[in-house]
């Protein structure tokens, strides 16, 4: 299928290095936020999140960052491999008069190096 | 399995057609949303529903429409007056109860490609 994201941001990296891949967010309200993962013609898939009342939050091999002062969010891929390239992107927490709801950023994609 | 299950995964349009997208979960997610998305840009909201027979316009609501007559089904339906429809539509949903921190899921898409 079709890929989507074809004019996004890359990041390329060497197989092994560590990733960092950045996202700015809108709403200083906004007090929860995730990333996600989307390989090319799937569905995004979770990988981690962070609640405003924190500054980081590690995973298997993955780290997020929040930095509310300047409301910054970025995630650590610790030894990135061929098998984490794909299109990531973040989304934070909004809520609006009839309920719950998510921004989320263009995304970024990350190319792993062989 | 539980999940969000789309379908069709690939469908063709004619000018002038409507077409239905099926979403169905069984999270027990009272919220459920349609997001379209297209290349270089974030996901746009087309509805969401947090509950069964309500839902609301997100911010590209204009020639879709929607129905929320069980909890685990959000069908879309792309009208004609949708004049660019051609993208990949994303259905996801999540908890929605009334506080934060409530993950939001996604389906696997469904590729919409007008003829």
């Known amino acids: 299928g079709e890929s989507v994201g074809l004019h996004l941001p890359t990041l390329s990296v060497q197989e092994g290095d560590n990733s960092i891949i950045n996202c700015a967010y809108s709403?200083?309200?906004?007090?929860?936020f995730i990333w996600y993962k989307q390989e090319s013609g799937k569905g995004p898939q979770f990988i981690i999140d962070?609640?405003?009342?924190?500054d980081k939050r590690q995973g298997q091999r993955v780290t997020v960052l929040l930095n509310k002062t300047v409301k910054h969010l970025s995630l650590q891929i610790a030894a990135t491999q061929p098998g984490d390239s794909a299109v990531y992107f973040c989304a934070e927490n909004g809520w609006d008069n009839y309920g719950q709801n998510f921004v989320f950023g263009p995304g970024t994609r990350l190319s792993v190096l062989p | 399995d539980g999940g969000i299950t789309q379908s069709p995964k690939y469908l063709f349009r004619k000018e002038g057609q409507n077409v239905t997208l099926s979403c169905e979960q069984n999270l027990n997610h009272d919220a459920m949303y349609w997001y379209r998305q297209d290349p270089g840009q974030g996901l746009r909201l087309i509805y969401y529903s947090q509950i069964v027979n309500d839902f609301q316009k997100g911010d590209i609501a204009e020639g879709y429409s929607v129905s929320r007559e069980k909890k685990e089904s959000f069908p879309l339906t792309v009208t004609s007056a949708q004049k660019n429809p051609t993208a990949f539509y994303l259905c996801a949903s999540s908890p929605g109860h009334a506080s934060s921190g409530n993950t939001i899921y996604f389906g696997e898409g469904s590729w919409l490609t007008v003829v």
């Open positions: 709403n200083s309200a906004s007090d929860y």
């Open positions: 962070i609640r405003s009342n924190m």
